[in-house]
């Protein structure tokens, strides 16, 4: 959804913004599909594992943060 307004947004800085957000949820579902591909995989479902690489999810995103933020230097 964020990307598809980001690609029809004219003006920069709302369109620097929509461009974040797509790509911040984007790595929700990344790691959401690497949870399920993990669980139906069967690896470690005795202590949890797909549940807690959900940790994973505020790692990627303050990594991508700051190298968004880097990169666009937006302020």
Do not use: N, W
Not at 11 to 31: C, D, I, N, P, T
């Amino acid at each position: 959804m964020y990307y598809r307004a980001y690609k029809k947004s004219k003006h920069l800085e709302l369109s620097m913004e929509l461009y974040f957000y797509s790509r911040h949820f984007a790595l929700f579902v990344v790691v959401g599909v690497i949870s399920i591909i993990v669980a139906y995989l069967k690896l470690g479902i005795t202590f949890g594992l797909p549940g807690i690489l959900y940790c994973l999810i505020g790692l990627f995103c303050s990594v991508h943060s700051y190298l968004f933020y880097k990169k666009y230097k937006t302020d």
